[in-house]
């Protein structure tokens, strides 16, 4: 009946998230507001390291791609859990440095990494640092041997698989922002001159394909050109290549329609190609990394919302306004992306309409959907948006000078607030 398993209707009628009833939330919390479901999130992630410790004997690491969804609490979430974590920015970094993260266990990531970014990763200790470029490489070999530090670091390849289409192809796809192209030779040159730089240690490579995919098959080839360059790296170079990072992507279910791959497929699968590749190219199984995002936190999260305005445009639509939008939620606007919704006050109703669900924000794009099926709605009511675990919070803006919504972690049936709702000073505190 729901997009996300872990919601339900209570007694009353109201939605629940996690057993917990949404109305109550609103009342306790007011809207808009994120609440994440921890168990999900916890599920999620041993659903993964599982899988790893399964189908390839524990030879690798969970990072958590925080991108997604990020606060001091998810950190704590996510090292609790013994996973490690991607952080893509010294903000994100910042962050689990504060949440008292495991250094060790973080990969950084950033095809523009600053100065003072690179910096801050190697005083801090990072697991390790994943190379976008030759000058950064270079930024990187004087920064460490300024601090007398040797950063073990991989690099950032195109694999030149394009997964964002109906039956995934191989393409040159040179054109990308991000990593090495393998077919110009660039990213052999840059192997070559990084295997013999004193001050940083080239240890893995790493590929990252797209995001909300669906077919395992993408993934399969992406390890299989992965391991081919491994091979080439080890003939010609001598070098052996001890760590493989295939990123992330797994796509999850938004709306009925997406039909998600269980975690364990995606993992055995890719598991028994990077063994058939070793074996048959000579070479040792490397230690495997992946950086679920999305599939971690999207299906944890809902948003939920006051209606305000009902407006019926006779043979048109109907617009339900929320006190919400693209300042909270993005991704409609920048990729027409699909949610399901409910009046979580109605929650046991027949969806008896088709409406477009529309934010505050002074644009008319700014919307969460158009011909969503929902129960009637009509000012005071609840809408919970689903599956907007990821990329949401991690995304929104003060747009229109909107105060960030508050984050609510619901576990064993109560509720805590791990972010606080934006305050008016908020929005001016940097004001002079
Ligand atoms: N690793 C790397 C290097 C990445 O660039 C990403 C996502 C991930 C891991 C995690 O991918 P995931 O498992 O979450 O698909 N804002 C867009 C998604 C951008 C994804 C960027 N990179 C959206 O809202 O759909």
Request: glycine share 10%; hydrophobic share 40%.
């Amino acid at each position: 009946m729901f997009v996300s398993e872990n919601l339900s209707v209570n007694s009353a009628g109201h939605l629940t998230v996690g057993g917990v009833d949404t109305v109550e939330l609103t009342k306790e919390y007011g809207t808009p507001l994120y609440v994440m479901d921890e168990q999900v999130v916890r599920n999620s992630l041993r659903r993964f390291h599982d899988s790893m410790n399964k189908y390839y004997g524990g030879m690798g690491e969970v990072h958590y791609a925080s991108k997604a969804f990020s606060c001091m609490e998810m950190c704590r979430i996510v090292a609790s859990e013994g996973d490690g974590l991607d952080v893509v920015s010294i903000g994100e970094l910042y962050t689990a440095v504060k949440a008292g993260f495991p250094m060790e266990k973080i990969g950084f990531h950033g095809n523009n990494k600053t100065d003072e970014e690179l910096e801050y990763a190697v005083k801090v200790g990072v697991g390790h640092i994943i190379v976008d470029n030759i000058s950064e490489l270079h930024r990187l070999e004087r920064i460490a041997e300024k601090k007398n530090a040797q950063p073990r670091i991989m690099f950032r390849i195109k694999p030149g698989i394009d997964a964002h289409t109906h039956d995934f192809v191989k393409t040159g796809q040179i054109d990308s922002k991000f990593g090495f192209a393998l077919e110009t030779g660039e990213a052999f040159e840059a192997v070559k001159e990084a295997v013999n730089c004193k001050n940083v240690r080239l240890f893995g490579l790493h590929c990252h394909i797209g995001s909300q995919i669906f077919d395992i098959a993408p993934f399969e080839e992406a390890a299989r050109v992965m391991l081919s360059f491994i091979a080439k790296i080890k003939s010609e170079l001598n070098y052996e290549i001890e760590g493989l990072n295939l990123g992330g992507g797994f796509g999850i279910r938004y709306v009925a329609e997406n039909d998600p791959k269980p975690f364990e497929v995606y993992l055995e699968k890719v598991s028994e190609v990077v063994k058939a590749e070793c074996a048959s190219l000579g070479l040792k199984l490397p230690k495997m990394f992946i950086e679920p995002g999305r599939s971690i936190a999207g299906p944890a999260g809902i948003t939920l919302y006051t209606v305000g305005a009902r407006k019926e445009i006779p043979n048109i639509r109907t617009y339900i306004s929320v006190d919400g939008g693209m300042a909270d939620n993005p991704r409609y606007i920048l990729y027409g992306s699909e949610y399901d919704a409910v009046v979580a006050n109605k929650a046991g109703e027949e969806k008896s309409e088709k409406v477009t669900i529309a934010g505050k924000c002074c644009e008319s794009g700014d919307l969460i959907g158009e011909n969503m099926p929902l129960q009637h709605a009509d000012s005071g009511d609840i809408i919970a948006v689903c599956a907007t675990g990821a990329y949401n919070y991690s995304m929104s803006s003060n747009y229109n000078r909107l105060q960030k919504p508050a984050v609510v972690f619901v576990n064993d049936g109560k509720s805590r607030i791990v972010v606080k709702r934006e305050t008016l000073d908020d929005i001016i505190r940097n004001d002079i």
